[in-house]
């Protein structure tokens, strides 16, 4: 079976047998489903109960645990894992496939990594920028929030949502030049987020989602959350040069972390340049206490005009 998406004008063809690993990722990108004339930017190839898990034999390995193994040769990154699966992912090509027997949550994960940084690299070429971040409109201005993970991105947005802000993004924010690209792959928010930030339990599944549809001219706040053990919470403002050197830290980061090839450093930074122009840029040390820092959020966007 074939199934076509249209993601920011990305279009992506999956090919499968309507098997798990399918219906997962279905789910995430649903909403984004083109029944037009595909002309292909990516290609995913989805093969259930395909046991053929032998890398060729001049991969070379970049990566080893004892459950896990990546590698790479020929424009091409392996990742096999506990040998029940094996994703083969070409980014120069905008390719990816795995054949798997049994799919598990961690494989899953890891495939989803792979489309996810497949749509990054295709919008990256059409001169598009990628943001590991979170963006919501609230009191009348585009918000975002974004940092390396666990540093409270989501978080942050889920406050705002708890009290009325429209979502952009959660956690891929897409922009061309300044323009934001409403864009968003499915997010639960269950156990204690719900009691947390207030939200009902049958939002679960497929809660968080772009409230605002066309894109978005520019961001007038951008906020790089922190996690620090104190009773109080704070803002300090940060200069456009500072925001941009932090921006292309997290961009960088992320890309070393799962081996995925980087734009330029000049191109990174002159991208990054375009988006915090005429922004306000904090860095918002969060508490620990969860009202306080609720609150200290919320009165801070509240008073910015």
């Known amino acids: 079976?074939?199934?076509?998406?249209?993601?920011?004008?990305?279009?992506?063809?999956?090919?499968?047998?309507?098997?798990?690993?399918?219906?997962?990722?279905?789910?995430?990108?649903?909403?984004?489903?083109?029944?037009?004339?595909?002309?292909?930017?990516?290609?995913?190839?989805?093969?259930?109960?395909?046991?053929?898990?032998?890398?060729?034999?001049?991969?070379?390995?970049?990566?080893?645990?004892?459950?896990?193994?990546?590698?790479?040769?020929?424009?091409?990154?392996?990742?096999?894992?506990?040998?029940?699966?094996?994703?083969?992912?070409?980014?120069?090509?905008?390719?990816?496939?795995?054949?798997?027997?049994?799919?598990?949550?961690?494989?899953?994960?890891?495939?989803?990594?792979?489309?996810?940084?497949?749509?990054?690299?295709?919008?990256?070429?059409?001169?598009?920028?990628?943001?590991?971040?979170?963006?919501?409109?609230?009191?009348?201005?585009?918000?975002?929030?974004?940092?390396?993970?666990?540093?409270?991105?989501?978080?942050?947005?889920?406050?705002?949502?708890?009290?009325?802000?429209?979502?952009?993004?959660?956690?891929?924010?897409?922009?061309?030049?300044?323009?934001?690209?409403p864009f968003c792959l499915k997010t639960s928010v269950k156990g204690d987020m719900v009691e947390r930030f207030n939200l009902k339990s049958d939002q679960d599944k497929s809660f968080l989602k772009p409230g605002i549809k066309g894109d978005l001219d520019g961001f007038d706040i951008i906020i790089f959350p922190k996690i620090w053990n104190h009773s109080e919470s704070k803002f300090t403002p940060i200069d456009e040069k500072d925001a941009v050197s932090i921006l292309a830290d997290i961009y960088l980061k992320e890309t070393r972390l799962i081996n995925v090839p980087a734009m330029k450093h000049e191109e990174i930074l002159r991208r990054y340049k375009n988006i915090a122009k005429g922004s306000k840029c904090y860095i918002f040390y969060a508490g620990n206490q969860e009202q306080e820092v609720r609150e200290a959020l919320l009165n801070f966007l509240g008073n910015k005009r």
């Open 1 to 181: 079976m074939i199934t076509n998406y249209n993601i920011a004008g990305i279009m992506l063809q999956v090919r499968h047998r309507d098997d798990g690993i399918f219906k997962y990722i279905n789910e995430e990108l649903k909403d984004y489903k083109y029944d037009g004339l595909y002309i292909g930017d990516i290609f995913i190839d989805i093969n259930a109960g395909n046991n053929n898990l032998n890398l060729p034999a001049k991969a070379i390995r970049i990566l080893y645990s004892y459950d896990y193994l990546k590698a790479s040769y020929d424009n091409k990154i392996y990742s096999l894992k506990h040998r029940k699966s094996m994703i083969c992912t070409n980014y120069k090509n905008k390719t990816a496939s795995i054949n798997y027997v049994l799919a598990d949550k961690e494989i899953v994960n890891e495939f989803r990594c792979s489309i996810k940084w497949l749509i990054i690299k295709s919008i990256e070429e059409k001169g598009m920028a990628y943001i590991h971040g979170a963006a919501a409109r609230y009191n009348n201005k585009n918000i975002l929030f974004t940092g390396d993970s666990g540093s409270g991105k989501s978080s942050c947005l889920l406050r705002l949502i708890s009290a009325g802000a429209e979502i952009i993004s959660d956690d891929n924010v897409l922009v061309n030049g300044r323009k934001i690209t």
